[in-house]
């Protein structure tokens, strides 16, 4: 695999061999054959998960292995060419999918060892029937480029390669010359480029291809007949027009079928033909699938393997799609399609975040000559939950801003250069700006502060424009999850590292962090009304947010009361939830930043601020002063921003064993707590609660 593909051998692997050359029939970057997993019908793999899961690098990765091996096309279904069409070439003449399958046969086409180009005649044919439909106004040169392109597609790069050129280009000069006559303009193009067909001596096969149209359905086993339908559905759009995309779709694969038909072609030709199609989920991707799909479940069989990468999980078109986890096609996929279902023949393969090792492995390759803290690659991979994207993007700005930053937060804020051609700029700009939609990142960067959809509609009314309100929303949330950003109880954007990101970006929208401030206060008075309430899963969202603006002392003195009396499952996850505030570099009064680093919760946890507190009076002072440095050793140790501090840790440890000495009902379950919390924050994992019920839904992330 690559330098930076990790955690993918399910797909890569030689021996045993993993899903790629088990459906392509070759080891990756190698000449040599390997058994195929499914000899008569294949799947169409679409490898699936939210943005940075990796999907477009082990696209990249599987071009790469199997290039100039066999024929291999890769398309990203978000490249603008597939957006609109361009050199005046108007609509009813076009279509993503049109535009596609002419990107994807020119790439196809190129020879690969021990075989030659591959040709295209059918395809050809049937592009040039629909490109004819826009040349009522076209001016000659603007025909010309657009038949040349098309012609390539039936040259071959044989010993008359030199004929088969001139021979495009007399047809060129044919079909211009008879668009711009006065007979019946598609007629015209349609019947100069079956000419050459017949015209051509070279390629028996060729002439068999243009008797391909034929089969159109209502041509009447006429081939110019069957072209004009063709293109007369194509012009009229709508489910016309998906039908006549289909019969192209139908024609490349019936084209890649005939060359590797016969004895030489498949003693030449070591490994199935491989179509990538990335961000799927985007237009031409789904037509293009559905097409393949509805063909193979009604028995129209081709060998080509198409893998893509969909964002998200659920889509209506593939409800009946197999499924399967990376883990679970490592060896073999067990795939088998339902056949009164045309979406089962797709295999969804979700893609798993990258494990602790595969980060440590990803920060040391890119940080080999820099010295690395210990606890770097742990806490990058809490921070990001294995995001392969932030991983890679946070282990470049280490390697070119360590030793100067000293926290990931700084990693974070400091530039990073991804590309020689592209400025410097902050990283979790960089991230940001793949892993959320571009379109609502303001909205997202206010909203990611909120909890629920009620907070994120006092949010959205207080701080975003009147025109947004709790029906879009409602709507963004919806867009998240079809996204495949993971749901959490709790808060409104469930990806913790996404999360993270939206308020860094909140914090430093402006120098005074007025809108950082503004949206805590909102929320604090949002749940101001649940100050006095029973339910400490509402009281402690106030709290949390007092906390993120620095304010402690009401989460100190809730934590301090409600102590002796409050289940201590229940106490325990409100510490952790309000402790769970964001945290950034201390500010003035006025909330502009200090010059220098300054993160006091290690000194408050450590006791080394105890001395100048003004203990409540009439209060517990040594309990106050514990729960005071509980909270800010909690608060230090689970920020996915800071490296976990082993001193703090420790304290962490005395202050959880010194508490259970004054519950003894509780008193296992903060002893456990002692033992286990400081051990997963120097991990990187989440605090555990001992015997906690994870599916409660009691506000924490």
């Given at each position: 695999?690559?330098?930076?593909?990790?955690?993918?051998?399910?797909?890569?692997?030689?021996?045993?061999?993993?899903?790629?050359?088990?459906?392509?029939?070759?080891?990756?970057?190698?000449?040599?054959?390997?058994?195929?997993?499914?000899?008569?019908?294949?799947?169409?793999?679409?490898?699936?998960?939210?943005?940075?899961?990796?999907?477009?690098?082990?696209?990249?990765?599987?071009?790469?292995?199997?290039?100039?091996?066999?024929?291999?096309?890769?398309?990203?279904?978000?490249?603008?060419?597939?957006?609109?069409?361009?050199?005046?070439?108007?609509?009813?003449?076009?279509?993503?999918?049109?535009?596609?399958?002419?990107?994807?046969?020119?790439?196809?086409?190129?020879?690969?060892?021990?075989?030659?180009?591959?040709?295209?005649?059918?395809?050809?044919?049937?592009?040039?029937?629909?490109?004819?439909?826009?040349?009522?106004?076209?001016?000659?040169?603007?025909?010309?480029?657009?038949?040349?392109?098309?012609?390539?597609?039936?040259?071959?790069?044989?010993?008359?390669?030199?004929?088969?050129?001139?021979?495009?280009?007399?047809?060129?000069?044919?079909?211009?010359s008879a668009v711009s006559g006065t007979g019946p303009l598609v007629a015209s193009a349609i019947e100069a480029t079956l000419e050459s067909f017949s015209d051509s001596f070279v390629n028996r096969r060729q002439q068999r291809a243009s008797a391909w149209w034929r089969a159109y359905p209502n041509a009447g086993a006429d081939a110019r007949r069957g072209l004009m339908l063709l293109s007369g559905h194509?012009?009229?759009?709508?489910?016309?027009?998906?039908?006549?995309?289909?019969?192209?779709?139908?024609?490349?694969?019936?084209?890649?079928?005939?060359?590797?038909?016969?004895?030489?072609?498949?003693?030449?030709?070591?490994?199935?033909?491989?179509?990538?199609?990335?961000?799927?989920?985007?237009?031409?991707?789904?037509?293009?699938?559905?097409?393949?799909?509805?063909?193979?479940?009604?028995?129209?069989?081709?060998?080509?393997?198409?893998?893509?990468?969909?964002?998200?999980?659920?889509?209506?078109?593939?409800?009946?799609?197999?499924?399967?986890?990376?883990?679970?096609?490592?060896?073999?996929?067990?795939?088998?399609?339902?056949?009164?279902?045309?979406?089962?023949?797709?295999?969804?393969?979700?893609?798993?975040?990258?494990?602790?090792?595969?980060?440590?492995?990803?920060?040391?390759?890119?940080?080999?000559?820099?010295?690395?803290?210990?606890?770097?690659?742990?806490?990058?991979?809490?921070?990001?939950?294995?995001?392969?994207?932030?991983?890679?993007?946070?282990?470049?700005?280490?390697?070119?801003?360590?030793?100067?930053?000293?926290?990931?937060?700084?990693?974070?804020?400091?530039?990073?250069?991804?590309?020689?051609?592209?400025?410097?700029?902050?990283?979790?700009?960089?991230?940001?700006?793949?892993?959320?939609?571009?379109?609502?990142?303001?909205?997202?960067?206010?909203?990611?502060?909120?909890?629920?959809?009620?907070?994120?509609?006092?949010?959205?009314?207080?701080?975003?424009?009147?025109?947004?309100?709790?029906?879009?929303?409602?709507?963004?949330?919806?867009?998240?999850?079809?996204?495949?950003?993971?749901?959490?109880?709790?808060?409104?954007?469930?990806?913790s590292f996404v999360r993270t990101l939206l308020l860094l970006r909140l914090h430093h929208r402006d120098a005074d962090h007025g809108q950082w401030r503004q949206a805590h206060e909102t929320l604090i008075r949002y749940y101001a009304h649940a100050a006095d309430d029973d339910?400490?899963?509402?009281?402690?969202?106030?709290?949390?947010?007092?906390?993120?603006?620095?304010?402690?002392?009401?989460?100190?003195?809730?934590?301090?009361?409600?102590?002796?009396?409050?289940?201590?499952?229940?106490?325990?996850?409100?510490?952790?939830?309000?402790?769970?505030?964001?945290?950034?570099?201390?500010?003035?009064?006025?909330?502009?930043?200090?010059?220098?680093?300054?993160?006091?919760?290690?000194?408050?946890?450590?006791?080394?601020?105890?001395?100048?507190?003004?203990?409540?009076?009439?209060?517990?002072?040594?309990?106050?002063?514990?729960?005071?440095?509980?909270?800010?050793?909690?608060?230090?140790?689970?920020?996915?921003?800071?490296?976990?501090?082993?001193?703090?840790?420790?304290?962490?440890?005395?202050?959880?064993?010194?508490?259970?000495?004054?519950?003894?009902?509780?008193?296992?379950?903060?002893?456990?707590?002692?033992?286990?919390?400081?051990?997963?924050?120097?991990?990187?994992?989440?605090?555990?609660?001992?015997?906690?019920?994870?599916?409660?839904?009691?506000?924490?992330?």
């Amino acid at each position: 695999m690559g330098r930076r593909l990790h955690g993918r051998g399910a797909l890569f692997d030689t021996d045993p061999a993993g899903l790629a050359p088990r459906l392509v029939g070759l080891r990756p970057h190698q000449h040599r054959a390997t058994p195929v997993e499914h000899p008569k019908e294949l799947p169409f793999v679409l490898l699936t998960g939210g943005r940075g899961l990796g999907k477009s690098a082990v696209l990249g990765e599987l071009r790469d292995a199997y290039k100039g091996h066999t024929p291999v096309a890769s398309i990203d279904c978000e490249d603008v060419q597939f957006a609109r069409p361009t050199g005046g070439r108007p609509l009813e003449a076009w279509s993503p999918v049109s535009q596609a399958l002419l990107v994807v046969a020119e790439q196809l086409a190129e020879p690969v060892t021990g075989a030659g180009r591959i040709t295209f005649p059918r395809l050809m044919s049937g592009l040039v029937a629909v490109a004819a439909g826009g040349w009522d106004d076209a001016d000659s040169e603007r025909i010309r480029r657009e038949v040349e392109r098309i012609l390539l597609l039936n040259e071959g790069g044989s010993w008359v390669a030199g004929f088969a050129g001139r021979m495009a280009g007399r047809v060129t000069a044919n079909v211009v010359s008879a668009v711009s006559g006065t007979g019946p303009l598609v007629a015209s193009a349609i019947e100069a480029t079956l000419e050459s067909f017949s015209d051509s001596f070279v390629n028996r096969r060729q002439q068999r291809a243009s008797a391909w149209w034929r089969a159109y359905p209502n041509a009447g086993a006429d081939a110019r007949r069957g072209l004009m339908l063709l293109s007369g559905h194509f012009r009229a759009g709508g489910t016309s027009r998906e039908h006549a995309e289909r019969y192209l779709v139908r024609a490349l694969l019936a084209d890649l079928t005939d060359a590797y038909a016969g004895m030489l072609p498949r003693m030449q030709r070591l490994g199935r033909p491989v179509v990538l199609v990335d961000n799927a989920h985007r237009a031409p991707g789904p037509g293009l699938v559905d097409a393949i799909l509805r063909d193979r479940a009604e028995g129209i069989a081709d060998q080509v393997v198409f893998v893509g990468g969909l964002r998200g999980t659920d889509r209506p078109v593939l409800r009946n799609a197999v499924r399967r986890t990376l883990a679970e096609v490592a060896r073999r996929s067990d795939w088998a399609p339902d056949p009164a279902a045309p979406s089962s023949r797709a295999l969804l393969v979700a893609l798993p975040p990258l494990n602790p090792d595969d980060t440590l492995h990803l920060v040391g390759a890119a940080c080999a000559v820099v010295p690395v803290p210990p606890q770097l690659p742990y806490a990058t991979h809490r921070l990001t939950g294995g995001n392969p994207l932030g991983i890679v993007h946070l282990a470049d700005s280490a390697a070119q801003n360590l030793p100067g930053a000293a926290s990931l937060g700084e990693l974070l804020t400091a530039d990073v250069r991804l590309d020689d051609d592209r400025d410097a700029r902050p990283t979790y700009l960089e991230l940001l700006d793949r892993l959320v939609p571009a379109d609502r990142l303001d909205e997202l960067t206010v909203l990611a502060a909120a909890h629920d959809h009620d907070s994120a509609c006092a949010l959205a009314e207080a701080l975003l424009p009147d025109d947004f309100g709790p029906a879009d929303v409602r709507a963004l949330q919806t867009r998240l999850v079809a996204e495949g950003l993971v749901e959490a109880p709790g808060r409104f954007v469930g990806d913790s590292f996404v999360r993270t990101l939206l308020l860094l970006r909140l914090h430093h929208r402006d120098a005074d962090h007025g809108q950082w401030r503004q949206a805590h206060e909102t929320l604090i008075r949002y749940y101001a009304h649940a100050a006095d309430d029973d339910d400490p899963a509402r009281a402690r969202y106030r709290l949390h947010h007092e906390l993120a603006l620095g304010r402690s002392e009401s989460a100190v003195a809730y934590l301090r009361d409600s102590f002796p009396t409050l289940d201590i499952r229940v106490w325990l996850r409100s510490l952790r939830f309000i402790a769970s505030a964001p945290y950034f570099h201390a500010h003035d009064a006025e909330g502009h930043d200090f010059a220098a680093r300054d993160d006091r919760r290690a000194a408050i946890a450590l006791g080394r601020t105890d001395a100048e507190q003004v203990v409540p009076q009439g209060g517990d002072a040594v309990l106050h002063l514990r729960i005071r440095r509980l909270l800010h050793a909690v608060w230090q140790l689970t920020d996915p921003l800071a490296l976990p501090d082993p001193k703090v840790c420790d304290r962490l440890r005395f202050e959880l064993e010194q508490l259970s000495n004054l519950r003894p009902a509780g008193n296992a379950l903060l002893w456990r707590a002692s033992r286990d919390w400081p051990e997963d924050a120097l991990a990187g994992r989440p605090l555990r609660v001992p015997d906690d019920d994870e599916d409660e839904p009691d506000g924490e992330a």
